[in-house]
């Protein structure tokens, strides 16, 4: 069955720092991967996605996601944080299910200190 | 592309009392629909979801239903609200390949 892990609940970083979100996922076939941002109280707004091809992904905002097939991995990054970067992040596998639906992360949580 | 539009966006209700959330899509047409709903410190769990209209198909049994009167319409309701039912209620559009999210309801019951 398919899963996701975010193994960070919270993680906090000073402004102008490096970030790494890490997600692994677990799915039986070639995974659609995605990361979602989410400021309080909003919806969810894609990142970025992953079908196939180049394991390097860019997205939106600055961040980048790298796929490891490997280490079933779909790690997100960013070089140098903001801090209107401060949300809650979730990474997603979408699922050739009945539902066709994604399944997501618990999240992380980001904190940007100054 | 699509845009998703719920309301409200805010909401307290008492137990026992019944509960209406409706979700409407523009900028595409038979589009997939789901219910998901997100607790606190937890991740996303999927409700419902719909291929067309009047077909609900229910992941977790619970307290809740949906109906879809409409190609893109999309309404979460309950007879009687549970205090378990409080939560965020996110509506999405799409299918594995991308979903496009509403900007949620807090429900809150009291």
């Known amino acids: ?32 991967l995605f990361w979602y941002v989410q400021s309080p109280g909003q919806g969810l707004q894609l990142l970025l996605k992953y079908f196939s091809g180049d394991t390097l992904v860019q997205g939106i905002k600055g961040f980048e996601a790298e796929f490891k097939r490997s280490q079933s991995s779909f790690n997100l990054r960013k070089p140098s944080v903001h801090w209107s970067d401060a949300a809650e992040y979730f990474c997603a596998v979408g699922a050739f299910t009945g539902a066709n639906n994604l399944f997501f992360g618990t999240g992380t949580r980001l904190t940007v200190i100054p | ?20 959330l409706e979700c409407t899509v523009e900028g ?35 307290n809740l239903s949906a109906s879809r009167p409409q190609d893109r319409q999309f309404i979460l309701s309950s007879k009687k609200l549970l205090l378990s039912d409080s939560g965020f209620y996110l509506c ?17 019951v009291l």
Not at chain 1, 5 to 19: K, N, R, Y
Not at chain 2, 14 to 19: D, F, I, N, Y
Not at chain 2, 36 to 49: D, S, V
Request: charged fraction near 10%.
């Open chain 1, 1 to 32: 069955a398919q899963s996701v892990t975010q193994p960070d609940i919270h993680i906090t970083v000073s402004e102008g720092a490096s970030l790494e979100l890490r997600c692994n996922y677990s799915y039986g076939a070639t995974p659609y």
């Open chain 2, 1 to 20: 592309s699509q845009t998703i539009h719920q309301w409200p966006a805010t909401l307290v209700q008492p137990v026992g009392s019944p509960l209406s």
């Open chain 2, 28 to 62: 595409t047409s038979n589009p997939n629909l789901y219910w998901y709903r997100q607790a606190a410190g937890r991740g996303l769990q999927l409700l419902f979801y719909s291929v067309g209209i009047g077909q609900i198909s229910s992941e977790v049994p619970q």
């Open chain 2, 92 to 108: 999405a559009c799409g299918q594995y390949n991308e979903q496009f999210f509403g900007p949620g309801t807090r429900l809150t």
